[in-house]
């Protein structure tokens, strides 16, 4: 892991990172700038006597779209960010194949993020916009990540730069500009161009300039050449098409004409949003043209370079990829058929990736084997699951329909996946296992209830068991009634519990289905589900009931409905917190209110005794505290550990507002807590002079000793807080 900022001292020997405290440095920071994820100060060691840069490091950036930094830890040399259970996107477009629904909402959520970014003052530049700097939550949502790492120093050379760049393995990502000697510092529309790379990867699911060396990805940007659009699937929605047009907006050799993030967001909203919409997807096709797979892998064969050698070998593929078929047909010999190309692939797989049916019944006719698998397992019946004509023909001969890919996968996985219920009844209707499963345990069932396929889903059940319809895959234990509705698909979910699916199946981690609904903000999945009689309370195996889930993600309506039907609002989960203490975490005031409209208990005790006004105080929430002081909550109960009152903990956080809300709601400003220290204690310790000063003006006793015997003047005298030790001396 990089560590963003460290000191650059030949006190440090190389690599070492010290652990500076606050307390360290002289109380005079000379801001030197601002912006991206902090500001930088001009600042000196009192120990060496030393001028260092300082950067603060901002982890209150928070956004859907982006991954949350937590902090620092120095001990271990890292940054801690938000876990992202589904890794980078990078590994997703190498190892899934995605529906172009998929495609766009992914596209749609990066600008999201990438907007985020940009619309700050001044904005933040990513510098290293990536597919492996893109994660995935639990559900396939788009979280940004490394942000803020690279920056531009003002005394840095373009070479020097670009070494940075190179060595993180975003050469394919760098716009022109920056390898000329233009000698403007990147801006925005550096990120731009990274966006426009991206979308190329995700509608191609392939890698830009594969196999290319770094000089020559250079030299073909510089010159204005940008990834293969051929690659991008043949079959394809209509909108795809507008979308290749911001992509190449993006892209623009002319950094001037290349859009912002703010025009990109409302033009992708629109292209998701149609994709949405329930139906076939329509397609455009030129009317001579066969139909083709957008299977990710085949427009990476037929945009492959040939050339001839002795044998012909690769000139038979140069016939393919030209779609020159009649040629093709002409030329094609016996010994042609029996040859493994590169990845073990034989022509017969080509052939059916071209989806000219005649030369696939040609090449069918010389010998070819029906059943031969590429060395990942892919068989011409596989390629050809989206080409009707083709898959025919392929079971018309004896096609094996059981086959699976090195994953196991069989032809009716990728059709199910893809939603293409006329492969799928084919299939079936020759010996395709309904309940077949992948490695990982996924059947077809599992695919099409997390991707919305209802037609597929009738069908499936049609020819499965109803123990079939309970199975669990193997990875998180969940049903297809769990992944139905963990992603919304209400008729799907209704269909599943018509079948005997039952609504109170746990996952490995104890989750029901109406724990995922609810976590998501699914209402109409948690209504049915709640017809369904599902336990309503059930406990997971952190101890989070489905209101402690909703209440965390702010689901105000989805929380109002569960405790319609029967749900305990002070329900506790393994931490002790309740539904009110989860709805705090996140600082969902809406949420908070409803609970407490519901007869949550506001003054309710988890974990070390922190109530939710404890927690609203630490989290620096003061529209909370204030909801929460409305609702009647305590501020003057201590917590268990060492006694604090939400007043200590306040000022220990240094939440001004939150403290002005807990003395006009009566707290005690001289309250003590186990070591003696009281608020005024806390507040001296740190920078908040009107913290003091609404502490002493409302009666805080100045001469009070803690445990040390020490008063807060000395307690701000120590940690050389000398306006605070100035106003302490006066008394306000």
Same mark, same amino acid.
């Given at each position: 892991?990089?560590?963003?900022?460290?000191?650059?001292?030949?006190?440090?020997?190389?690599?070492?990172?010290?652990?500076?405290?606050?307390?360290?440095?002289?109380?005079?920071?000379?801001?030197?700038?601002?912006?991206?994820?902090?500001?930088?100060?001009?600042?000196?060691?009192?120990?060496?006597?030393?001028?260092?840069?300082?950067?603060?490091?901002?982890?209150?950036?928070?956004?859907?779209?982006?991954?949350?930094?937590? %902090?620092?830890?120095?001990?271990?040399?890292?940054?801690?960010?938000?876990?992202?259970?589904?890794?980078?996107?990078? /590994?997703?477009?190498?190892?899934?194949?995605?529906?172009?629904?998929?495609?766009?909402?992914?596209?749609?959520?990066?600008?999201?993020?990438?907007?985020?970014?940009?619309?700050?003052?001044?904005?933040? =530049?990513?510098?290293?916009?990536?597919?492996?700097?893109?994660?995935?939550?639990?559900?396939?949502?788009?979280?940004?990540?490394?942000?803020?790492?690279? #920056?531009?120093?003002?005394?840095?050379?373009?070479?020097?730069?670009?070494?940075?760049?190179?060595?993180?393995?975003?050469?394919?990502?760098?716009?022109?500009?920056?390898?000329?000697?233009?000698?403007?510092?990147?801006?925005?529309?550096?990120?731009?161009?990274?966006?426009?790379?991206?979308?190329?990867?995700?509608?191609?699911?392939?890698?830009?300039?594969? $196999?290319?060396?770094?000089?020559?990805?250079? =030299?073909?940007?510089?010159? $204005?050449?940008?990834?293969?659009?051929?690659?991008?699937? @043949?079959?394809?929605?209509?909108?795809?098409?507008?979308?290749?047009?911001?992509?190449?907006?993006?892209?623009?050799?002319?950094? /001037?004409?290349?859009?912002?993030?703010? @025009?990109?967001?409302?033009?992708?909203?629109?292209?998701?949003?149609?994709?949405?919409?329930?139906?076939?997807?329509?397609?455009?096709?030129?009317?001579?043209?066969?139909?083709?797979?957008?299977?990710?892998?085949?427009?990476?064969?037929?945009?492959?370079? *040939?050339?001839?050698?002795? #044998?012909?070998?690769?000139?038979?593929?140069?016939?393919?990829?030209?779609?020159?078929?009649?040629?093709?047909?002409?030329?094609?010999?016996?010994?042609? !058929?029996?040859?493994? *190309?590169? &990845?073990?692939?034989?022509?017969?797989?080509? /052939?059916?990736?071209?989806?000219?049916?005649?030369?696939?019944?040609?090449?069918?006719?010389?010998?070819?084997?029906?059943?031969?698998?590429?060395?990942?397992?892919?068989?011409?019946?596989?390629?050809?699951?989206?080409?009707?004509?083709?898959?025919?023909?392929?079971?018309?001969?004896?096609?094996?329909?059981?086959?699976?890919?090195? @994953?196991?996968?069989?032809?009716?996985? *990728?059709?199910?996946?893809?939603?293409?219920?006329?492969?799928?009844?084919?299939?079936?209707?020759?010996?395709?296992?309904?309940?077949?499963?992948?490695?990982? %345990?996924?059947?077809?069932? #599992?695919?099409?209830?997390?991707?919305?396929?209802?037609? !597929?889903?009738?069908?499936?059940?049609?020819?499965?068991?109803?123990?079939?319809?309970?199975?669990?895959?193997?990875?998180?234990?969940?049903?297809?009634?769990?992944?139905?509705?963990?992603?919304?698909?209400?008729?799907?979910?209704?269909?599943?519990?018509?079948?005997?699916?039952?609504?109170?199946?746990?996952?490995?981690?104890?989750?029901?289905?109406?724990?995922?609904?609810?976590?998501?903000?699914?209402?109409?999945?948690?209504?049915?589900?709640?017809?369904? &009689?599902?336990?309503?309370?059930?406990?997971?195996?952190?101890?989070?009931?489905?209101?402690?889930?909703?209440?965390?993600?702010?689901?105000?309506?989805?929380?109002?409905?569960?405790?319609?039907?029967?749900?305990?609002?002070?329900?506790?989960?393994?931490?002790?917190?309740?539904?009110?203490?989860?709805?705090?975490?996140?600082?969902?005031?809406?949420?908070?209110?409803?609970?407490?409209?519901?007869? &949550?208990?506001?003054?309710?005790? $988890?974990?070390?005794?922190?109530?939710?006004?404890?927690?609203?105080?630490?989290?620096?929430?003061?529209?909370?505290?204030?909801?929460?002081?409305?609702?009647?909550?305590?501020?003057?109960?201590?917590?268990?550990?060492?006694?604090?009152?939400?007043?200590?903990?306040?000022?220990?956080?240094?939440?001004?507002?939150?403290?002005?809300?807990?003395?006009?709601?009566?707290?005690?400003?001289?309250?003590?807590?186990?070591?003696?220290?009281?608020?005024?204690?806390?507040?001296?310790? &740190?920078?908040?002079?009107?913290?003091?000063?609404?502490? =002493?003006?409302?009666?805080?006793?100045?001469?009070?000793?803690?445990?040390?015997?020490?008063?807060?003047?000395?307690?701000?005298?120590?940690?050389?807080?000398?306006?605070?030790?100035?106003?302490?001396?006066?008394?306000?």
């Amino acid at each position: 892991v990089q560590w963003p900022y460290s000191f650059k001292t030949s006190r440090l020997s190389p690599g070492q990172v010290r652990d500076f405290k606050k307390d360290d440095f002289e109380a005079d920071w000379i801001k030197v700038t601002e912006g991206r994820c902090g500001q930088v100060y001009q600042v000196k060691l009192k120990l060496w006597r030393e001028k260092c840069a300082l950067k603060s490091f901002d982890t209150t950036l928070k956004y859907k779209y982006i991954a949350s930094i937590y %902090g620092l830890c120095t001990e271990a040399t890292a940054m801690v960010i938000e876990y992202m259970s589904n890794g980078s996107l990078n /590994t997703l477009l190498a190892d899934h194949t995605l529906m172009w629904p998929k495609k766009f909402q992914m596209i749609h959520e990066i600008s999201m993020g990438m907007n985020f970014l940009h619309s700050m003052n001044p904005p933040l =530049l990513h510098l290293n916009l990536k597919t492996s700097n893109i994660l995935l939550d639990d559900h396939l949502h788009i979280k940004i990540s490394d942000y803020g790492l690279i #920056h531009w120093e003002e005394d840095m050379s373009k070479n020097m730069f670009m070494e940075i760049l190179t060595a993180r393995g975003s050469i394919n990502y760098i716009p022109p500009e920056t390898f000329s000697q233009w000698p403007d510092p990147p801006g925005v529309t550096f990120d731009i161009y990274s966006f426009g790379i991206v979308v190329w990867e995700i509608l191609t699911q392939q890698k830009p300039y594969a $196999g290319c060396t770094m000089t020559s990805v250079l =030299l073909q940007v510089s010159q $204005g050449k940008r990834p293969c659009l051929n690659m991008i699937p @043949d079959e394809r929605p209509d909108e795809c098409d507008e979308m290749v047009n911001i992509m190449q907006q993006c892209w623009d050799q002319n950094q /001037t004409k290349r859009p912002q993030f703010s @025009d990109i967001v409302r033009k992708t909203e629109a292209l998701s949003e149609v994709l949405k919409i329930p139906g076939p997807i329509r397609c455009h096709r030129n009317p001579d043209e066969r139909q083709k797979s957008n299977h990710p892998w085949l427009p990476a064969i037929l945009c492959f370079h *040939f050339t001839d050698d002795g #044998h012909g070998k690769d000139k038979i593929l140069s016939l393919l990829s030209k779609k020159d078929f009649s040629s093709f047909r002409q030329s094609v010999k016996t010994e042609h !058929v029996h040859t493994q *190309f590169s &990845g073990e692939k034989s022509l017969l797989f080509y /052939t059916v990736a071209s989806g000219d049916a005649e030369s696939v019944m040609h090449v069918l006719s010389l010998g070819a084997d029906i059943n031969s698998a590429t060395s990942r397992g892919y068989t011409p019946l596989i390629i050809a699951v989206l080409l009707h004509d083709i898959i025919s023909l392929l079971l018309e001969h004896g096609a094996a329909t059981t086959q699976g890919d090195e @994953d196991q996968w069989t032809a009716l996985h *990728f059709a199910a996946q893809n939603g293409d219920d006329r492969t799928v009844r084919l299939l079936l209707d020759k010996g395709a296992i309904p309940d077949a499963k992948e490695k990982s %345990g996924w059947m077809p069932l #599992h695919l099409a209830c997390q991707n919305g396929h209802e037609t !597929v889903v009738r069908l499936l059940l049609s020819r499965l068991s109803e123990e079939a319809v309970g199975e669990r895959e193997e990875a998180q234990g969940r049903t297809p009634l769990h992944l139905a509705s963990a992603y919304g698909h209400v008729n799907i979910a209704k269909l599943l519990l018509s079948q005997g699916a039952d609504p109170n199946s746990t996952d490995f981690f104890l989750a029901t289905p109406l724990h995922l609904s609810a976590e998501e903000g699914h209402n109409r999945v948690v209504r049915q589900l709640v017809k369904s &009689g599902v336990n309503i309370d059930s406990a997971d195996s952190r101890g989070y009931t489905p209101l402690h889930l909703a209440a965390l993600n702010g689901h105000t309506g989805i929380c109002r409905q569960l405790f319609s039907n029967g749900a305990s609002p002070d329900s506790r989960n393994h931490r002790g917190w309740t539904p009110m203490h989860s709805a705090v975490i996140r600082g969902h005031e809406a949420t908070v209110i409803q609970l407490e409209s519901l007869g &949550g208990c506001v003054n309710a005790t $988890g974990e070390k005794g922190w109530t939710p006004l404890h927690l609203a105080c630490h989290l620096n929430q003061p529209q909370v505290v204030a909801n929460l002081l409305a609702a009647k909550a305590n501020p003057n109960v201590a917590e268990d550990s060492e006694g604090w009152t939400p007043l200590h903990v306040a000022c220990s956080s240094g939440s001004f507002s939150s403290v002005l809300h807990l003395i006009s709601h009566h707290a005690d400003v001289n309250a003590v807590n186990s070591s003696k220290t009281t608020p005024l204690h806390l507040a001296a310790m &740190g920078s908040s002079v009107p913290i003091v000063k609404a502490l =002493l003006l409302n009666g805080a006793d100045r001469t009070l000793l803690d445990s040390s015997g020490s008063t807060a003047l000395n307690v701000a005298q120590s940690y050389e807080k000398l306006e605070i030790a100035q106003l302490l001396e006066k008394g306000c």
